[in-house]
């Protein structure tokens, strides 16, 4: 299979890489206004955010701090199992730091919500949440998102971060795959 093969399992692209690029210099803009002569932690949840974060964070021109989680929440398919595991935790003492957890996507909530609670249980200055994509029909834990890059339809996307069973993370684009690739 080439790279070819690979893009042509995407059969509808809802969001280019310059796209992203230009959504996520907005979000980043808009952090630094809200966080101006602050401290600041970006945590990036793994693995599904490492495009993310790298892209969002080389578009700030201020200092920050970037640490890392990995968290589960679904098994290899498509839906959430419904219990969310620490894999990997901070490294970082966050006790009296703004933290801005960094996210490729929410789609029913469980894990950021999790998540949240869990960093607000170290006594931290303030925790927020940015995410590149959020279903907003799948939600069903409440989660207070401060920046949210784009509301998407209900459906399982791929690319840029985001897996099907591990695979389609290095696509540079977001899309839906064609259906041959779930037979
Ligand atoms: P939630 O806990 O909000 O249901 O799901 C969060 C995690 O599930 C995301 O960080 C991501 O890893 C995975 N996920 C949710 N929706 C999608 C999707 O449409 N495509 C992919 N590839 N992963 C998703
Ligand atoms: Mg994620
Ligand atoms: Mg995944």
Known sequence: MDAADVQDDLVNVLFTEEQIHARLKELAAQIEADYEGQDLLIVGVLRGAVMVMADLARSFGRHLEMDWMAVTSYGSGTKSSGVVRILKDLDTDISGRHVVIVDEIIDTG?????????????????????????????????????YVGWDIPNEFVVGYGLDY???????RDIGTLAPHVYS
């Open 165 to 171: 069973r591990e695979r389609y993370r290095n696509l």
């Open 110 to 146: 469980l894990t950021l919500s999790w998540l949240t609670s869990n960093l607000a249980s170290r006594s931290p200055a303030s925790v927020e949440i940015c995410t590149l994509l959020r279903k907003p029909e799948a939600l069903t834990m409440p989660v207070d998102v401060k």
